[in-house]
């Protein structure tokens, strides 16, 4: 074949051997064998067995240093999430509802952050302590420096069979510099077209000794980002949350506002209607919203942040000491710490709380002869704590991740063996929270004044502010050993073979404030987690040449886990060139997803949901509200790991010498799915399954519910992590990249990278049938990254236009607004680098300043942040200078 994409990206890592690689085509057979055999071979994520050519079995994409640098991203969560296979369930750091701030995760295929296995030069990071969705355990793609990174490379076909648990949908493999001699530095300044988002980035990486001559190679990256915030209420989209301008929206703004609203308590009657604005209600601020009376209404969109404020410091180090050709020692050191502030909206009341066991709905109900209640009976209140302030959260992750190993070869086989020791540690500090007890206590003695705040003293408000603090560590310590080389030789050529052993250490810390735990602080569930649990792995792969245009793949490991037993995952996988210009490749994979420590430790999460209570109702239709419970949700005691079934076919098609194609197919089946079952789902089945019914937490039934022969008030419901659900997704990859033109004028060349998805079928419950929900919300159909390139001389100009397909808004949106927009970026770079050791670089992301689609069922600010970016156009200035 000729040199494919995949080829050329890797091209560098067969050192000076592979450029004579092409050479060989057009020299004598003998002296062709002789310079093959100097041929570095390498390893491609995907197969632990090394190969000189990089095209393999499976399909991997390679993203290269100069396409991080041509597409003026600045972090490496930012090239990822416009990656086309980066789908559905992807979280990033936008997303202020997120459980886990400020990180972000990668979701191939749609299948979840849980379903994609992330590494650092094949091996594997410390999780995120803070579990996404109470769940999903994750890489955060912030906690690696992208100025330490040399490419990318994206598995996109199941690998538990190489790497073991988690890699169902694919792997991303982040590789690491090396052998770097000298000192490069760069420094970079942008900000969005809005003036806003200011970001400042600065890196330098230093490195001494050449490998071949002096023995050793020492590199240090440090890598430095500060982001400014962006406010939601600084975007035109955004700016309020009176939705009524947009088709099919209303006016969301909140009824618990400052001024506020009295509400009539049950069975008394203050004031004409259910509810009464404070006197002090601004004219511009009343409103009657939807299916309401008149009352005192508050822009919430005011308060919080869309975009967080970053500040990010990352550190790597790499030792390569040769001891002698056939033994070199590694050792690799690396810390990164990132530190993001989030604002959201001030508390208000009232509010369901939850703690252990137990949900209360905790309103402002004033008491007569209450200063701010001037009835002759009691009043509820809606109300919110502006004077107290925005709830402000303060988000701290500290990686540190440690290798130290040997690698060496003897005759025709090669060796390795490692230590890692990788630990993730995160807080989260919120300040500003509204305590329950304090709270009660002051409308208790009048002490607090809701109809001027203003004339509240500090004393009072010490008696209701709270602070607290979220805190989490997670930990891996792992020794690994494998082997590779060739067993035979066969009729058309070596058969090769790879086998290894890993034994590894999980261990996971998550917990809250006692205030927080206690369910003391208004508004505000908790969590807690922890487990630790041991596994030792072993695999072999052979590469069995059947032809000599043919080669099959075979893998098969094992996995034994200390909590939940073992499991065994087969692939097989092939690779043919029927011609020099055409590969056609297909692999069969098993996968597994074991039970992390958030499902299967010591866990449980306290949270609230709104249901109906079906038995209760069953005995008095006429009368049955809906209320809030607390959902107590716990780990899982018989779970079994998730399993799937990956099928890939494609193929790679060298069409002239300026035109490269690949397609690849896949299609995925995920069985035992763990999830937690819906509240409402096991009330609603309480009465016919004894299992829901063991779930349910009541009170003792009081004189009226034995005379009605209704059961107690509910006073919470357990909800354990079981294996719930299956899904299966179908879809095709296809990859171009034709250089169009090369002559005086400079080189031009148009790539295109694209996934489109074809079917995403899964069950909401257990008992559904399967349901397609490919081209819904957050899975278009097709996501696409087109760019064209020019190259002449010093210059170098990348025009991206990055596309992601309409799709059909969840079905809580409202009439009218059914359908999301195509979202049409378009991105911007041109770098000059003719000054000696000098390259400057100007460019623009989103150049034409394209808002995200509305969608009216994202809530308060309504975007898709799993598929838009909400910043607009922002422009940047880089310099980079080598010192030689």
Request: proline share 5%.
């Given at each position: 074949?000729?040199?494919?994409?995949?080829?050329?990206?890797?091209?560098?890592?067969?050192?000076?051997?592979?450029?004579?690689?092409?050479?060989?085509?057009?020299?004598?057979?003998?002296?062709?064998?002789?310079?093959?055999?100097?041929?570095?071979?390498?390893?491609?994520?995907?197969?632990?067995i090394?190969?000189?050519?990089?095209?393999?079995?499976?399909?991997?994409?390679?993203?290269?240093r100069?396409?991080?640098?041509?597409?003026?991203?600045?972090?490496?969560?930012?090239?990822?999430?416009?990656?086309?296979?980066?789908?559905?369930?992807?979280?990033?750091?936008?997303?202020?509802?997120?459980?886990?701030?400020?990180?972000?995760g990668?979701?191939?295929?749609?299948?979840?952050?849980?379903?994609?296995?992330?590494?650092?030069?094949?091996?594997?990071?410390?999780?995120?302590?803070?579990?996404?969705?109470?769940?999903?355990?994750?890489?955060?793609?912030?906690?690696?420096?992208?100025?330490?990174?040399?490419?990318?490379?994206?598995?996109?076909?199941?690998?538990?069979?190489?790497?073991?648990?988690?890699?169902?949908?694919?792997?991303?493999?982040?590789i690491?510099?090396?052998?770097?001699v000298?000192?490069?530095?760069?420094?970079?300044?942008?900000?969005?077209?809005?003036?806003d988002g200011?970001?400042?980035?600065?890196?330098?990486?230093?490195?001494?000794?050449?490998?071949?001559?002096?023995?050793?190679?020492?590199?240090?990256?440090?890598?430095?980002?500060?982001?400014?915030?962006?406010?939601?209420?600084?975007?035109?989209?955004?700016?309020?949350?009176?939705?009524s301008?947009?088709?099919?929206?209303t006016?969301?703004?909140?009824?618990?506002?400052?001024?506020?609203?009295?509400?009539?308590?049950?069975?008394?009657?203050?004031?004409?209607?259910?509810?009464?604005?404070?006197?002090?209600?601004?004219a511009?601020?009343?409103?009657?919203?939807?299916?309401?009376?008149?009352?005192?209404?508050?822009?919430?969109?005011?308060?919080?942040?869309?975009?967080?404020?970053?500040?990010?410091?990352?550190?790597?180090?790499?030792?390569?000491?040769?001891?002698?050709?056939?033994?070199?020692?590694?050792?690799?050191?690396?810390?990164?710490?990132t530190?993001?502030?989030?604002?959201?909206?001030?508390?208000?009341?009232?509010?369901?709380?939850v703690?252990?066991?137990?949900?209360?709905q905790?309103?402002?109900?004033?008491?007569?002869?209450?200063?701010?209640?001037?009835?002759?009976?009691?009043?509820?209140?809606?109300?919110?704590?502006?004077?107290?302030?925005?709830?402000?959260?303060?988000?701290?992750?500290?990686?540190?991740?440690?290798?130290?190993?040997?690698?060496?070869?003897?005759?025709?086989?090669?060796?390795?063996?490692?230590?890692?020791?990788?630990k993730?540690?995160?807080?989260?500090?919120?300040?500003?929270?509204?305590?329950?007890?304090?709270?009660?206590?002051?409308?208790?003695?009048?002490?607090?004044?809701?109809?001027?705040?203003?004339?509240?003293?500090?004393?009072?408000?010490?008696?209701?502010?709270?602070?607290?603090?979220?805190?989490?560590?997670?930990?891996i310590?792992?020794?690994?050993?494998?082997?590779?080389?060739?067993?035979?030789?066969?009729?058309?050529?070596?058969?090769?073979?790879?086998?290894?052993?890993?034994?590894?250490?999980?261990?996971?810390?998550?917990?809250?404030?006692?205030?927080?735990?206690?369910?003391?602080?208004?508004?505000?569930?908790?969590?807690?987690?922890?487990?630790?649990?041991?596994?030792?792995?072993?695999?072999?792969?052979?590469?069995?040449?059947?032809?000599?245009?043919?080669?099959?793949?075979?893998?098969?490991?094992?996995?034994?886990?200390?909590?939940?037993?073992?499991?065994?995952?087969?692939?097989?996988?092939?690779?043919?060139?029927?011609?020099?210009e055409?590969?056609?490749?297909?692999?069969?994979?098993?996968?597994?997803?074991?039970?992390?420590?958030?499902?299967?430790?010591?866990?449980?999460?306290?949270?609230?949901?709104?249901?109906?209570?079906?038995?209760?109702?069953?005995?008095?239709?006429?009368?049955?509200?809906?209320?809030?419970?607390?959902?107590?949700?716990?780990?899982?005691?018989?779970?079994?790991?998730?399993?799937?079934?990956?099928?890939?076919?494609?193929?790679?098609?060298?069409?002239?010498?300026?035109?490269?194609?690949?397609?690849?197919?896949?299609?995925?089946?995920?069985?035992?799915?763990?999830?937690?079952?819906?509240?409402?789902?096991?009330?609603?089945?309480?009465?016919a399954?004894?299992?829901?019914?063991?779930?349910?937490?009541?009170?003792?039934?009081?004189?009226?519910?034995?005379?009605?022969?209704?059961?107690?008030?509910?006073?919470?419901?357990?909800?354990?992590?079981?294996?719930?659900?299956?899904?299966?997704?179908?879809?095709?990859?296809?990859d171009?990249?034709?250089?169009?033109?090369?002559?005086?004028?400079?080189?031009?060349?148009?790539?295109?990278t694209?996934?489109?998805?074809?079917?995403?079928?899964?069950?909401?419950?257990?008992?559904?049938?399967?349901?397609?929900?490919?081209?819904?919300?957050g899975?278009?159909?097709?996501?696409?990254?087109?760019?064209?390139?020019?190259?002449?001389?010093?210059?170098?100009?990348?025009?991206?236009?990055n596309?992601?397909?309409?799709?059909?808004?969840?079905t809580?949106?409202?009439?009218?607004?059914?359908?999301?927009?195509?979202?049409?970026?378009?991105?911007?770079?041109?770098?000059?680098?003719?000054?000696?050791?000098?390259?400057?670089?100007?460019?623009?992301?989103?150049?034409?300043?394209?808002?995200?689609?509305?969608?009216?069922?994202?809530?308060?600010?309504?975007?898709d942040?799993?598929?838009?970016?909400?910043?607009?156009?922002?422009?940047?200035?880089m310099?980079?200078?080598?010192?030689?």
């Amino acid at each position: 074949m000729q040199r494919t994409r995949l080829a050329r990206a890797l091209a560098p890592a067969f050192s000076a051997g592979a450029a004579t690689l092409a050479a060989t085509l057009f020299i004598p057979s003998a002296h062709a064998q002789a310079v093959a055999q100097s041929i570095e071979k390498i390893e491609v994520t995907g197969s632990n067995i090394k190969r000189v050519d990089a095209e393999g079995p499976a399909p991997v994409q390679v993203i290269t240093r100069q396409e991080i640098e041509r597409s003026g991203y600045s972090t490496l969560a930012d090239v990822m999430r416009f990656l086309p296979a980066n789908s559905a369930l992807a979280y990033e750091e936008t997303f202020t509802g997120s459980f886990s701030r400020g990180s972000s995760g990668v979701s191939l295929r749609g299948l979840g952050q849980r379903a994609t296995l992330t590494l650092i030069n094949g091996r594997r990071m410390a999780n995120m302590p803070f579990a996404q969705n109470l769940q999903d355990a994750f890489v955060d793609l912030n906690s690696i420096p992208l100025a330490a990174i040399e490419r990318i490379e994206v598995l996109k076909d199941g690998a538990s069979a190489i790497y073991g648990s988690d890699a169902l949908a694919g792997v991303v493999n982040i590789i690491l510099r090396k052998d770097f001699v000298g000192v490069e530095g760069t420094a970079g300044y942008g900000r969005t077209q809005h003036g806003d988002g200011e970001e400042t980035r600065a890196s330098l990486a230093a490195g001494v000794g050449d490998l071949a001559k002096d023995r050793f190679n020492v590199i240090g990256v440090v890598d430095y980002l500060k982001r400014d915030a962006v406010w939601v209420r600084d975007r035109d989209w955004s700016r309020t949350a009176d939705q009524s301008r947009y088709q099919g929206g209303t006016d969301l703004r909140s009824t618990l506002s400052s001024p506020g609203n009295y509400a009539r308590v049950p069975g008394t009657n203050p004031f004409p209607g259910a509810r009464l604005p404070f006197a002090s209600c601004p004219a511009d601020r009343l409103a009657v919203p939807p299916g309401s009376v008149l009352q005192c209404v508050e822009d919430t969109n005011q308060f919080p942040t869309l975009i967080p404020e970053t500040d990010r410091f990352g550190f790597f180090s790499r030792l390569t000491w040769a001891f002698s050709p056939t033994l070199t020692g590694f050792a690799e050191l690396g810390y990164n710490k990132t530190a993001t502030f989030t604002q959201l909206l001030p508390f208000g009341t009232p509010s369901t709380q939850v703690g252990p066991g137990v949900a209360r709905q905790v309103n402002a109900r004033l008491p007569v002869g209450n200063p701010s209640n001037p009835y002759t009976v009691p009043v509820d209140v809606r109300y919110r704590f502006d004077d107290v302030g925005p709830r402000q959260v303060d988000n701290d992750v500290e990686a540190t991740r440690a290798v130290a190993g040997l690698k060496g070869n003897w005759g025709k086989w090669d060796w390795e063996s490692a230590l890692l020791y990788a630990k993730s540690e995160a807080t989260q500090d919120d300040v500003n929270g509204i305590r329950v007890s304090g709270l009660l206590s002051v409308i208790a003695d009048g002490s607090y004044n809701f109809l001027n705040p203003a004339a509240n003293s500090q004393a009072v408000y010490d008696r209701l502010r709270v602070n607290y603090q979220r805190r989490g560590e997670t930990e891996i310590k792992q020794w690994d050993a494998k082997v590779t080389g060739e067993l035979m030789e066969m009729a058309h050529g070596p058969l090769a073979m790879a086998a290894g052993f890993e034994t590894r250490k999980e261990t996971l810390l998550d917990e809250s404030d006692d205030v927080l735990a206690s369910g003391d602080v208004l508004g505000r569930g908790s969590n807690r987690a922890q487990g630790s649990r041991t596994l030792t792995s072993g695999y072999i792969e052979f590469n069995v040449p059947v032809l000599k245009n043919l080669e099959v793949q075979a893998a098969g490991r094992l996995d034994h886990y200390s909590d939940f037993g073992s499991s065994t995952t087969p692939k097989v996988a092939f690779r043919w060139t029927p011609t020099k210009e055409f590969l056609l490749r297909g692999s069969w994979a098993k996968g597994f997803r074991a039970p992390n420590l958030v499902e299967a430790g010591d866990s449980a999460a306290f949270a609230f949901n709104t249901v109906v209570d079906t038995r209760r109702c069953e005995i008095n239709a006429a009368y049955c509200p809906a209320g809030s419970v607390a959902a107590i949700i716990a780990s899982g005691t018989d779970l079994v790991p998730e399993k799937s079934t990956s099928k890939n076919v494609g193929f790679v098609w060298d069409i002239t010498r300026d035109v490269n194609l690949s397609v690849d197919a896949f299609d995925i089946q995920q069985k035992n799915i763990i999830n937690t079952e819906g509240v409402q789902t096991i009330l609603d089945g309480e009465t016919a399954n004894p299992a829901y019914a063991a779930r349910v937490i009541r009170t003792a039934p009081d004189a009226q519910d034995i005379s009605r022969g209704a059961p107690g008030a509910i006073v919470g419901v357990l909800n354990q992590f079981v294996n719930l659900t299956e899904l299966r997704t179908k879809g095709v990859d296809l990859d171009l990249r034709w250089r169009l033109w090369k002559g005086d004028a400079g080189t031009f060349t148009f790539t295109s990278t694209n996934s489109y998805l074809h079917e995403y079928e899964t069950q909401v419950v257990r008992e559904d049938p399967l349901t397609d929900f490919a081209g819904t919300y957050g899975l278009p159909r097709l996501r696409s990254i087109h760019s064209l390139l020019w190259d002449r001389g010093p210059w170098a100009t990348t025009i991206a236009w990055n596309h992601v397909d309409s799709y059909d808004a969840s079905t809580s949106a409202p009439p009218g607004a059914a359908k999301i927009g195509n979202w049409d970026t378009f991105d911007l770079q041109v770098s000059y680098t003719g000054f000696r050791n000098l390259k400057l670089t100007f460019g623009g992301r989103n150049i034409l300043d394209r808002d995200p689609p509305i969608d009216l069922s994202s809530g308060l600010v309504p975007y898709d942040f799993s598929q838009h970016n909400p910043r607009g156009a922002y422009w940047y200035a880089m310099a980079s200078y080598r010192f030689r």
